[in-house]
Each structure stands twice: as structure tokens, then as C-alpha cells.
């Protein structure tokens, strides 16, 4: 084979070589044995297709470079989401925050990342938002080390080269982990590379059906069971893939083998929700969102964003070519006996991707399909590197002009995607320039009065708001009411015991959905009351609005236009400050633009139900400055120039 030749050999040994081979061709049994390290390669490739396990031995002259390749992908992700990783806060690792550090149960995910992020704060490295960031970056570090072993064992599996097959395997592996999805999530606390590395990581200590030993059928399902309370897209995506992964090949494990897996699965399953289920019943528990609460994209005028697949995703980040490479890859694997046991799930962890297609949620929220895409993305780029190792093995072994060249230059073009996506993450997942979303948390808490309540209906926004809470203690005074969440767990009793005043707008929100003038009148009465604009609100509400930096004051009574002058100039005072943090090019903050859209847009349209054109044009300039092209601007612009003595028309909007 070509890929065991060391150079030229004399030529008294070129000529016996081929007197054996032509021997051997013409006779029924072969007159010589065949060389050792070739029969090794061959028993260990048949090995590792019936048990799932041994790897073909290295040949001699590479075996420096597996090593120094194994330990790159693992040094070059980490060392870069370290250096990348957020010191501040960040809208999305909000709610992971707030369960990590908080001990919030929220739902029944994230108990891994809960228990390293705690173990990360005795780490006297900075603050609590780098230390909670950590564990992703590790946990992303971990993920390019174990898509090496998977794309390093497949590449062997095909036939192995000692040079070419590390280096394709690494360049899978950075491909993956320094790609602008997964450096985005292994720089921010709470990130889905924990449930990633864990789902990847399965897939590579599969045991041999062959196992006899229960206790490690027993680690197995424990392990599956940790990718599971991690992440439930995580844990499902995984046992599919294994399922299809055992029939695909025929390598279904015995009974006794899967009633140890299900063991190890029930009791690790158990040992982890236990401490979920009991916190609820302590004296200082604090708020429950109920063990069915999960992330939500943020609703209603908040600012929409399209959450992108793993095969989107890989062709903004990638290119075209690469995902075609990846699918030469997938079928060449997918046709040969010796490599389809790895190539089968990982075609299932592409095609779960893509069956669950990406929907427009909010860029303030955390995707929970996230980490399936991020396995999807790790499978794409050990299928881009199987087709490139069946390409280069084909070109090096053709008898047509210039197949060494290009087969030189294909090795060398996947080194050049590498290049290319590591330099694309560098301006996008730089979290440490990325402060709009402190900045945005002084102003939105800073200049509230003492004991006031916030009524807010983005759960981004009460997310952001525990946090900083969390975090830095900061206004404990203030009370935060979530009008989304007021049905999940006890939040509605906890608030009720904090503020019998709440009573009316609670049974409002039961009821109807939305409080009424009453209720929020009331409130107002006794305590300082600050709101988010719900489009579902009649105008006999907005009268009583006032806008204030970040937010919109509910004043008792209705008012006049005079009384809102002076706090419209100090919201815009506070709305430039934000948007110079936000948009600045060493670390554009998305996020926070994205909710300095929604407060303008939140202004805008409750001065316009009061006709207040002055203002209105004012806060339409103000919007211009973050999307000029948005649908509001331009209608607000055309009724500024039409409507000289009739009122701006906001019934599409706000209801009569």
C-alpha cells in the first residue's frame, strides 16, 4: 500500500519484491508471510469493525506526530475561548447564571454545569462571570480533543496513514472547536459545550458488544445518563445515534450487557434530579420555576433572530465545498464495511439536526437545541475529513498527470479552512470587549427609586436582572415581576408574600392574560412602578406612561405631555451612552442593541398612541442609529410627513 512506503529501496531489494509478489499472485497459497505491521493493520482494522474498539497499530515513522496532535486539539480550543472568555455579563448565560451560582432550580437540565460552575468559583481567578465561563471553555477544550479521537479512529478505520491521518484528524477537530458557533458558546457561562463534549464523548467509549464486564456497561449508562440531565436534546440525540449505531452494524449488546447500561442510567439519573426535587422544599429555597420551565425565546416585540441549524451554520462559517467534501465523505463511509459503524451516527446526529430545523427565536435567548447542533457540527467536520482522506488516498495511488499535486493541495485546503474559520471567530466570539450588557444593567437598576417594582414581560430582560443580582447583590430592594413566568412553580406566591399589593394584577394576569387600570393604579399607589409596553394593553394605559431611561414609568393618573419632557431627555441621555458601549467595532454587542431596539421601539409607539409627534420624531432618530431598514422607522417617517393635523395611527399595534 502507498501509505507504508519510506522511499526508494535498492534495486536488488525493488526485484525480489516483485518475484514474491508475482509468485504469489499466480499461486493458490502465498509462498512468504506477509510483512508483520501489515498484518497487524489488517487483523486491528477487522478488530475495530466487530468490537468497536482497538484502533489500527501505527506504523513506524509517525508516532511522534499522533501525540503532538492530540495534545494541539486539545491546547489551541482552550487556549483561545480562555483568552475569549467573558468577564462581564452576557444576556445569554443569564439563566444559567442564575442556576449555577444561585442554586435556582430551573427546570431539570443543566446539573452538571451547576456543580462545576459552584466548584469553579473556589478558583481564585477572576470574577464570577469568568469563573462560570471557564467551564465552558474547558469543557470546549475537552470536545476538540474528543473529536480527534473520534475522526483520528475512522481516518484509521479507512486505512492508515502515519502523517496524513493525525493531521486530518486535527484539522476536523479545530475545524469544529474554532468555528464562531462553538467558540460562542465555549466563551459564555452556561454555554452547551458541557452537553456536547458529554454526547461526543459517548459516542467514543462505546464498549464492544463483546463486554462481559457489567461494570462497565454501568459507567456507560451513567454516562449517557449525565449527557441526559445536561441536556435532554443532548441525551436524546445520543441514544438514537447508539441505537442506530448497533443496528446499522449488527452489534446489539446482549441482555445482561443492556440491563447494566440501564442500571448505571437510573441510578447516576436519580443521584443527580434527587438534589432538584429536594431544594424545592427548603425554608430558603427561593423562587421555583417549576421542573417543566425551560429557556424561552423572548416574545412579542422584542427583537427576532433566526436560529441557525448545524448545515447553515456550517456553510456561513465554513463554505460550500467543505460541506460537499463532507458528504463524498459520508458516502464513501457509509459503502465500506470497516468504516460505517462511526459513520452511521454520525449521519444520525446530521440528519436529527436537520430534522428539528432552526426557528426565529431571539438573539437574547439561549438556543436549547443547541448542543445537537454542536455535535451536528463536530460530525460534519469528521465526514469533511474522511473525504478528504479518500480523496488524497485515491490521487496518490492514480496513474493521471499532476495526482500528487493535488493531492498535496487537498491536505493543504483543509488546513486552509482551519485558517479560515479560526480568523472569522476572532471578530465575532471575542466576548472580553463585549460590556454593553453591564453598561445597560447600571442604567436600567441605577437610577430606580428605593422598593420599586419592574413589571416585565421578557424573560431575558428577569433573567439579566437576577443575575446582576446574583452576581453583585445589587437592589435587593427592587421587585422584579415576571408577567410571562407568574404560573410557573411559586413564583406567583413568593412575589404574593413579598407584596400584598400584587393581588389585584395577579388575578388580572389569570384571568385575562394582562393587567388591568386598576390593578396597576393601585400598585403605583404604593409602590414606584416601572413597565414593559405590552402590545395587548388598551390606551387608557398608556396615558399613564412616562418614559425613563430603559424603561416606562406607570404613574397613579393619567398625565399631560408636559410632564413627560424632562424624563424623555434623561432616556436618551442614558439610550446614546448604551449604544456607543454597544456598537463598539473591537466588541459589537448584538444582544444589547438588540434590547436598545425593543426599549425605542417600546417608546416610540406609546408616544405615538399620545400623539406626541415632537418626541416620536426624536426617538425614530434615535432608532435609526441601530437598524435604519426597520419596518417601524419608515411607517412612523411616513406619518410624520402626512399626518400634520391628524393623530398617528397605532391600531395595528395597540388596541382601541
Known amino acids: 500500500m502507498l501509505w507504508h512506503r519510506k522511499g526508494v529501496k535498492p534495486a536488488s531489494f525493488v526485484a525480489q519484491a516483485t518475484s514474491r509478489s508475482n509468485r504469489a499472485r499466480h499461486s493458490p497459497e502465498p509462498s512468504a508471510p506477509e510483512p508483520q505491521h501489515e498484518r497487524a493493520g489488517s487483523e486491528a482494522e477487522l478488530a475495530q469493525f466487530s468490537e468497536l474498539r482497538v484502533e489500527p497499530l501505527t506504523t513506524p515513522g509517525g508516532e511522534w506526530l499522533t501525540p503532538v496532535c492530540a495534545w494541539l486539539s486539545l491546547a489551541l480550543p482552550l487556549g483561545l475561548a480562555l483568552l475569549r472568555a467573558s468577564a462581564g455579563a452576557q444576556w445569554r448565560g443569564d439563566m444559567a447564571l ?21 466548584l469553579m468559583s473556589l478558583v481564585p481567578i477572576g470574577g464570577r ?41 486535527l484539522a476536523a477537530s479545530l475545524m469544529t472547536t474554532l468555528a464562531v458557533t462553538w467558540q460562542l458558546e465555549g466563551t459564555i457561562g452556561g454555554g452547551a459545550t458541557v452537553a456536547a463534549a458529554l454526547g461526543l464523548g459517548t459516542l467514543l467509549v462505546r464498549p464492544s458488544r463483546r463486554t462481559t464486564d457489567l461494570r462497565i456497561w454501568f459507567g456507560f449508562g451513567g454516562l449517557v445518563a449525565l449527557a441526559s440531565v445536561e441536556s435532554h436534546v443532548a441525551g436524546a440525540a445520543v441514544a438514537v445515534a447508539l441505537v442506530v449505531q448497533a ?18 442510567f437510573s441510578l447516576v439519573a436519580v443521584v443527580w434530579v434527587i438534589p432538584m426535587l429536594v431544594r424545592p422544599l427548603s425554608d430558603r429555597a427561593g423562587v421555583q420555576l417549576g421542573f417543566d420551565f425551560t429557556g424561552r425565546a423572548v416574545a412579542g416585540l422584542d427583537s427576532e433572530a433566526v436560529k441557525q441549524g448545524a448545515l447553515a451554520a456550517w456553510l456561513s462559517d465554513v463554505g460550500i465545498v467543505s460541506l460537499a467534501i463532507a458528504a463524498f465523505g459520508a458516502a464513501v463511509g457509509i459503502l465500506r464495511q470497516n468504516t460505517r459503524w462511526l459513520v452511521a451516527p454520525m449521519l444520525t446526529l446530521v440528519a436529527a439536526d436537520a430534522l428539528l430545523p432552526a426557528v426565529d427565536g431571539s438573539i437574547l435567548a439561549p438556543d436549547p437545541l443547541m448542543p445537537l447542533r454542536l455535535m451536528a457540527i463536530g460530525a460534519v467536520a469528521v465526514l469533511t475529513a474522511l473525504g478528504v482522506h479518500a480523496a488524497v488516498l485515491f490521487l496518490s495511488s492514480a496513474r493521471i498527470p499532476l495526482a500528487r499535486p493535488a493531492a498535496t493541495l487537498l491536505g493543504l485546503f483543509t488546513f486552509a479552512l482551519v485558517l479560515m474559520t479560526s480568523e472569522r471567530s476572532t471578530h465575532i466570539a471575542d466576548r472580553r470587549s463585549q460590556l454593553g450588557a453591564e453598561v445597560w444593567t447600571d442604567h436600567a437598576l441605577g437610577r430606580l427609586p428605593y422598593g420599586s417594582v419592574l413589571l416585565v414581560r421578557s424573560p431575558a430582560v428577569a433573567w439579566r436582572l437576577w443575575s446582576a443580582r446574583v452576581v453583585r447583590g445589587e437592589r435587593p430592594d427592587i421587585l422584579v415581576v415576571p408577567t410571562g413566568m407568574l404560573d410557573k412553580g411559586s413564583v406567583a406566591r413568593e412575589l404574593l408574600t413579598r407584596e400584598p399589593s400584587l393581588s389585584p394584577l395577579l388575578r388580572d394576569v389569570a384571568v385575562s392574560g394582562v393587567p388591568g387600570e386598576f390593578a396597576l393604579s393601585s400598585l ?3 409602590r414606584p412602578l416601572y413597565v414593559e409596553l405590552d402590545p395587548r394593553w388598551d390606551t387608557r394605559l398608556v396615558d399613564h406612561l412616562i418614559p425613563e431611561p430603559m424603561w416606562l414609568a406607570f404613574a397613579p393618573t393619567a398625565l399631560g405631555r408636559s410632564d413627560r419632557g424632562a424624563s424623555l431627555k434623561k432616556g436618551r441621555e442614558a439610550f446614546s451612552e448604551v449604544l456607543q458601549v454597544a456598537q463598539n467595532p473591537k466588541g459589537r454587542d448584538d444582544a444589547t442593541l438588540a434590547m436598545l431596539e425593543v426599549r425605542a421601539k417600546e417608546q416610540v409607539l406609546a408616544l405615538a398612541a399620545l400623539n406626541d409627534k415632537q418626541a416620536v420624531a426624536s426617538l425614530v432618530g434615535d432608532l435609526k442609529l441601530i437598524d435604519p431598514a426597520d419596518p417601524l422607522v419608515a411607517r412612523m417617517e411616513k406619518q410624520l410627513e402626512t399626518h400634520h393635523r391628524r393623530r398617528l395611527d397605532v391600531s395595528h399595534i395597540l388596541p382601541e
Not at 449488527?250 to 447500561?261: D, E, F, K, T
Request: glycine content about 12%; proline content about 6%.
Open 98 to 118: 442564575v442556576r449555577s451560582v444561585g442554586m435556582v432550580p430551573i427546570g431539570l437540565e443543566g446539573a452538571l454545569s451547576s456543580v462545576l460552575a459552584q
Open 524 to 526: 403605583a399607589d404604593v
Open 129 to 169: 462571570h469568568l469563573r462560570v465561563a471557564l467551564v465552558s471553555a474547558v469543557a470546549l477544550g475537552i470536545a476538540g480533543r474528543v473529536i480527534y479521537a473520534l475522526a483520528r479512529r475512522l481516518l484509521a478505520s479507512h486505512g492508515f496513514t502515519p502523517r496524513l491521518t493525525p493531521a486530518l484528524a
Open 247 to 264: 443496528l446499522f452494524v449488527g452489534a446489539i449488546p446482549p441482555r445482561r450487557a443492556l440491563l447494566g447500561l440501564g442500571a448505571g
